[in-house]
């Protein structure tokens, strides 16, 4: 017979407390305070990341700790037409059969629910467990700042269970790490007068670089660099770009871009039908992977301050030279990407041509020498790379003792067999990877769908499976 647990009025009581990230505030106090009204040891630090101690049960006291970590923070999103503060109202929610969602805005199971877990376990008096170091972690959504600021140094333990999957009956065991690279192309400009020439590509695909970029879907942004140069290789000079735009996110596939180039007079004919034939090509190219790809090509009379032709060429160079997509896939996970990079945005300012590449790579070595590669390729053009927001891979390593406990107590509940799987996205696993090397980490969680959208839903079943399997991991461990 199983007690009785408080995950959802938890998990309901945290809906209350408004906790996007950047505002921890709140949601860090109240994690204090529920530790300090059970006299629990605990910690926060000022990037508002809580640590809690929690002994283990009688016998099991002097066990080594396991590590419980979930992210205080959630995504902000809200669906249009809805007007909702998240810095100040609560989330209103709605359950409908099996599953949890609120009202035109994100839910924040992700990861609102990994906290109401470890909280409900550390209510219970009836279920044996080993000294427990429960690590809510600050703004992961923005860049894992509150696991970058954590100081790792007293979390020794040789177990750690990530609580911020979104995928019942599957357990991750490996992320990437990541790098932004900024990269800054000094151009110049002169005024061409005659015909503009617009380029405006839509209808990729697109996608988050860390799902999708083994897809060999088409990059929005490439697109006018590759029609610039098939004009070049055509022997067309004098134009120049005026305006180049597209992307988003440095983590998101783009899928749009828009181009405008200024031609004199007396060659825009020439030029257009030159651009015009590029387009084809790259129709051609992509009519199966992009079907609905459209590359609308359209021109006015006009003048710009464009760029030379020659800092036209160099640009279209450099994005057309960069490595850009897959780089390798992992020979421990046939179906996973193992290096990458995406050029994610991309601009132009009076002075510079800016691109925005996201780097990623299970292995940190290949990711310090792609780093080493952008760089370089960059300077050959007489650019800069500028390197960000570095954070350590988690590497792969299979059939660890916990995650054959893991298997064991998931087939177990469910009869099911436990799903081994690892992303190309990044996770806070790599930062305590970075620390401990040999710490046996897994990332498990209940079922979500749509998450960081405001469709994002919880199933009500699965936090009981996921319950029920974090007990039962306590309890054999
Ligand atoms: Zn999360």
Redesign the pocket.
């Known amino acids: 017979m199983r007690s009785a647990h408080n995950v959802m009025k938890y998990f309901r009581e945290i809906c209350t407390i408004p906790h996007p990230s950047f505002q921890m505030e709140a949601i860090s106090d109240y994690c204090v305070d529920f530790a300090k009204k059970r006299g629990l040891e605990v910690t926060k630090d000022e990037a508002c990341n809580v640590v809690i101690r929690v002994p283990g049960t009688s016998s099991r006291r002097f066990e080594p700790p396991v590590i419980l970590q979930a992210?205080l923070d959630m995504v902000p999103a809200v669906a249009a037409g809805v007007t909702f503060d998240f810095s100040k109202d609560s989330l209103r929610l709605v359950e409908e059969d099996d599953w949890i969602s609120a009202e035109g805005t994100t839910l924040g199971a992700?990861?609102g629910i990994?906290v109401a877990l470890c909280l409900a376990l550390i209510e219970t008096d009836d279920i044996p467990h080993p000294p427990l170091i429960i690590v809510f972690t600050a703004n992961?959504?923005v860049g894992m700042l509150g696991a970058k600021a954590l100081d790792m140094s007293t979390l020794k333990a040789p177990r750690m269970i990530n609580l911020?999957h979104?995928d019942e009956g599957s357990v991750v065991i490996g992320c990437a790490g990541g790098a932004t690279a900024e990269l800054t192309l000094p151009i110049e400009r002169k005024e061409i007068s005659g015909k503009l020439i617009q380029i405006e590509i839509t209808g990729m695909k697109g996608g988050h670089s860390g799902e999708k970029i083994h897809l060999g879907g088409a990059n929005a942004l490439r697109m006018p660099a590759r029609i610039i140069r098939e004009m070049v290789y055509s022997g067309h000079t004098g134009f120049g770009m005026a305006e180049y735009s597209g992307g988003t996110a440095e983590n998101a596939i783009p899928k749009n871009s828009h181009c405008v180039l200024a031609v004199p007079e007396e060659n825009a004919a020439d030029v257009q039908a030159a651009a015009e034939a590029a387009a084809d090509i790259l129709r051609a190219r992509w009519r199966k992977k992009e079907p609905d790809m459209k590359i609308e090509i359209t021109s006015c009379d006009g003048s710009a301050n464009a760029l030379t032709f020659e800092s036209t060429r160099a640009f279209a160079r450099l994005i057309r030279d960069m490595p850009n997509g897959l780089m390798k896939m992992s020979e421990e996970m046939p179906d996973l990407p193992q290096t990458s990079l995406n050029l994610g945005k991309g601009w132009l300012t009076e002075t510079e041509g800016k691109l925005v590449y996201l780097l990623r790579s299970s292995v940190d070595a290949e990711k310090e020498r792609l780093k080493t590669e952008v760089a370089n390729i960059t300077k050959d053009y007489g650019g800069t790379a500028e390197f960000s927001a570095d954070y350590p891979g988690w590497p792969i390593k299979l059939d660890t003792p916990l995650q054959t406990l893991a298997g064991m107590v998931w087939k177990w509940e469910t009869d099911e067999t436990m799903e081994i799987t690892a992303t190309h996205g990044g996770l806070e696993c790599g930062l305590f990877a970075a620390a401990y090397p040999d710490m046996d980490i897994i990332s498990v969680g209940p079922q979500m769908f749509d998450?960081h959208t405001s469709d994002e839903r919880l199933s009500l079943s699965s936090v009981e499976l996921v319950w029920n399997f974090l007990i039962q991991m306590m309890e054999q461990m």
């Open positions: 992210h992700d990861d990994g992961e959504e911020d979104c998450i």
